[in-house]
């Protein structure tokens, strides 16, 4: 099979297509035929060494979608042909991947491979972190950075569907119209206002936060009483400056993860929730897949350059 392979940390010119054995599936695990798979930030930094290892010889990618192709042992959750998408701890660049049985969601009926592969990922990040240990509840005033993103669009979508009143904040007045239609009350320019300034008035009460740096400050700041703070990302910094008094007067709570290093046990049940609470939403429109661009398999390189000038709105998908 072919497959997208890092050769060495560096930029996206470090991709290139190697020919790798087929994978057989192991115990609960079953071999999927990949149509699409998503880009996810996560794989840049992956290719990059920015978790502290290198990745030459892996092959990224955190999500797809495709058809079961074979059942290993133990494995009865899924028939041959049935349409998936995956959560994947890896190896979603590629023409096959086996992926643990209970981490796969039903490509729902009428939905493109192609939409499906932009779901898994950013799903099952925003419902872990803002619903599971941010506690978002309906009438909450909820805050998402970056919310044109694959990340921002689906948190925005979810947190209407459930009651919260969306708040975002973007860098272009087109991704600030495209956030107030999928529902956004107030989405913020951050190239030409302050955030923090502007929704003040509001207050928050969960923030999702990729950014960290010294928007870390502000998000305290404008965060109510007993308001919830997590952290997916840190795109302009790990380190920031906390006053410690405030977090203590207002009850705050800081919490982040990061989904890829979890175990399998705790993936599984997230995808069972997530398949009980969030996958009916999909079915009454109330959440969509927002797809900005494919590129095929090959041009993984390419897409990543894309993913990485931030020029797009919603998800980026491999197809293969």
């Not at 305290?220 to 400056?241: C, H, Q, V, W, Y």
Request: glycine share 10%; net charge negative; charged share 20%.
């Amino acid at each position: 099979m072919n497959a997208i392979v890092i050769t060495q940390p560096g930029d996206a010119a470090v991709l290139q297509v190697q020919a790798r054995p087929r994978p057989e599936p192991g115990y609960r695990q079953v071999l999927v035929r990949v149509a699409a798979a998503g880009l996810n930030r996560s794989d840049i930094m992956q290719r990059q060494g920015g978790y502290g290892t290198d990745p030459s010889g892996q092959v990224p990618g955190l999500e797809m979608a495709g058809t079961v192709e074979q059942c290993g042992p133990g494995a009865n959750r899924w028939q041959v042909g049935d349409a998936v998408c995956a959560l994947l701890p890896g190896g979603g660049y590629a023409d096959y991947v086996v992926v643990d049985e209970r981490h796969c969601l039903p490509v729902p009926d009428g939905m493109s491979m192609t939409d499906a592969a932009s779901l898994p990922e950013t799903v099952l990040t925003v419902w872990s972190n803002v619903f599971q240990q941010g506690r978002l509840r309906s009438g909450d005033h909820f805050l998402v950075h970056g919310g044109s993103s694959g990340i921002g669009i689906t948190a925005i979508q979810l947190a209407v569907a459930f009651g919260a009143n969306a708040f975002a904040t973007v860098g272009s007045e087109e991704k600030k119209a495209f956030c107030e239609k999928l529902g956004a009350e107030r989405v913020v320019n951050y190239k030409t206002e302050d955030f923090e300034q502007v929704l003040q008035p509001y207050g928050i009460d969960v923030i999702l936060d990729m950014v960290g740096g010294d928007y870390v400050p502000k998000n305290i700041r404008l965060l109510r009483p007993d308001g919830r703070l997590t952290f997916i990302n840190a795109m302009k910094g790990a380190e920031s400056t906390i006053d410690i008094r405030e977090l203590m007067s207002k009850r705050i709570v800081l919490t982040g993860s990061m989904l890829k290093p979890r175990s399998d046990e705790f993936k599984a049940a997230l995808v069972a929730d997530v398949l009980a609470s969030v996958w009916p939403l999909l079915t009454t429109g109330q959440l969509r897949p927002v797809v900005y661009r494919t590129f095929p398999l090959a041009d993984a390189a390419t897409a990543q350059q894309l993913m990485e000038s931030s020029d797009h709105i919603g998800k980026i998908v491999l197809t293969v």
